[in-house]
């Protein structure tokens, strides 16, 4: 199985660039990497995937360097609303075999005003 | 486009006793997960279904059982309750089955074995 290892917490300020970290050093070849973001009391809700190098949406950025051990979720001018638990999904197995899906144990964001 | 469905939202059962929880994935999706969310473990990957069978299991017991009906709508089981079953169960649908698949969730259910 594919580990990943997050920061418990994490705090910012409103209006600045929020970067998780996740490391996952038994990737496997085929293995996506995905983010999830979460509120209290409400499934986790998709961000953003990628499989290597740099992905970016409306909401987020997903850095992913060449040897693909850890990946970086990064938010541009948080706000308020994006206090939050983030997590690290890895997959692992290639489509149509036997995978096991491993998130991390989760980043607490918590954005000041 | 309506989202994923779980059933019911809270529960309430005793040691010892049985529960079934019922998820509808979103219209079209084929495969269906279910996750175990404690605040002491986290969230934990159970079972996913494509197809009606069964493609991946998590570590847990055999107490926990899943199936999945040919509308793709799935149903978690947990027999014999124990008390560190209570928890968050949430289900999760994607279009197909496979790697690189964004998954939606549902809003769980809540189940609290007293």
């Known amino acids: 199985l594919a580990k990943t290892t997050q920061p418990i917490s994490m705090d910012s300020y409103e209006g600045q660039e929020v970067n998780i970290t996740c490391s996952h050093n038994?990737?496997?070849?085929?293995?996506?990497i995905t983010w999830y973001q979460q509120f209290p009391s409400q499934g986790p809700r998709f961000i953003i995937q990628?499989?290597?190098t740099k992905v970016t949406n409306e909401v987020a950025s997903l850095f992913i360097p060449a040897d693909r051990k850890s990946s970086t979720l990064s938010l541009p001018r948080v706000s308020l609303s994006d206090t939050a638990v983030y997590y690290c999904?890895?997959?692992?197995?290639?489509?149509?075999?036997?995978?096991?899906?491993?998130f991390g144990s989760g980043t607490q964001l918590t954005v000041l005003p | 486009k309506a989202g994923v469905t779980q059933t019911p939202r809270y529960l309430i059962k005793t040691r010892g006793q049985q529960v079934t929880l019922s998820c509808s994935p979103i219209?079209?999706?084929?495969?269906v997960s279910w996750y175990q969310q404690t605040p002491g473990q986290g969230l934990q990957f159970l079972f996913e279904?494509?197809?009606?069978?069964?493609?991946n299991k998590g570590n847990f017991p055999g107490r926990f059982s899943g199936r999945q009906f040919s509308n793709s709508r799935s149903e978690m089981n947990v027999s014999t309750l124990e008390l560190g079953d209570s928890a968050l169960y949430l289900c999760?649908?994607?279009?197909?089955?496979?790697?690189?698949?964004?998954?939606?969730f549902g809003p769980g259910t809540r189940l609290t074995v007293t």
């Open positions: 219209s079209g999706h084929r495969s």
């Open positions: 990628g499989y290597k």
């Open positions: 038994n990737i496997a070849t085929n293995d996506y």
């Open positions: 999904l890895v997959g692992e197995g290639s489509s149509g075999s036997a995978r096991q899906l491993t």
């Open positions: 279904y494509f197809s009606e069978t069964q493609r």
């Open positions: 999760a649908s994607s279009l197909v089955y496979g790697q690189g698949d964004e998954q939606y």
